[in-house]
């Protein structure tokens, strides 16, 4: 789903949380949304159905503000935390 649907049904309230996943350690990060019936939508590029994929955790922290969210859920292996988007 691309960056402007997700922004949509996050103001309809449809989200649980947003977590931000490694892809690998060389590659990167994506985004995934999990609404409250426990779906998960993966963030997608704007000119195809692929994962967008985040250089960096702040960057992918800096879309999921843009989206709304104000918390990161981030899931590395067993490892799991929660960040305040800035």
């Known amino acids: 789903m691309q960056e402007k649907e997700v922004k949509l049904l996050f103001k ?6 947003c977590q931000a996943i490694p892809i690998s350690m060389a590659r990167g990060w994506t ?15 704007q000119r195809s159905k692929s994962e967008r994929e985040f250089k960096s955790l702040d960057g992918a922290a800096a879309v ?3 989206i709304g969210f104000e918390w990161l859920n981030v899931q590395i292996g067993d490892l799991e935390w929660q960040e305040r988007v800035k």
């Open 64 to 66: 999921a503000k843009r």
């Open 31 to 45: 985004l995934k949304f999990v609404t409250k019936q426990g779906e998960t939508i993966t963030l997608e590029l």
């Open 12 to 17: 309809a309230g449809v989200f649980d949380s």
